[in-house]
Nanobody, 121 residues
Framework: QVHLVEVGGGLVQAGGSLRLSCAASGSIFSITAMGWYRQAPGKQRELVAHIPSGGSTNYADSVKGRFTISRDNAKNTVYLQMNSLKPEDTAVYYC???????????????WGQGTQVTVSS
């Protein structure tokens, strides 16, 4: 019913930049929080950045000052601008959203399929 599609991953040299975007589509009444997570090989999935429908954003300490999360509510889209990339940022990045599909519906959590980000040294 709800699909999240990420685009923008790729290969970049250390110090470079990438911009990820994630568009939600389907039966959407409202989207509360949206966020980006990442999972490196052999590691657990971790929160990168989080943005609620109102209020302040949150970032993992490892990306503060380098990454910026933003959203366009009219387009049901969340973005992640990644600057000063480091090899340790290499991971599959996943979009996440809390979505209500109707006025009386409870929130459900959805994940995108992931996009690979590789930072070479």
């Amino acid at each position: 019913q709800v699909h999240l599609v990420e685009v923008g991953g790729g290969l970049v040299q250390a110090g470079g930049s990438l911009r990820l975007s994630c568009a939600a589509s389907g039966s959407i009444f409202s989207i509360t929080a949206m966020g980006w997570y990442r999972q490196a090989p052999g590691k657990q999935r971790e929160l990168v950045a989080h943005i609620p429908s109102g209020g302040s954003t949150n970032y993992a300490d490892s990306v503060k000052g380098r990454f910026t999360i933003s959203r366009d509510n009219a387009k049901n889209t969340v973005y992640l601008q990644m600057n000063s990339l480091k090899p340790e940022d290499t991971a599959v990045y996943y979009c996440n959203a809390d979505v209500r599909i109707g006025y009386y519906s409870r929130e459900s959590n959805y994940w995108g399929q992931g996009t690979q980000v590789t930072v070479s040294s």
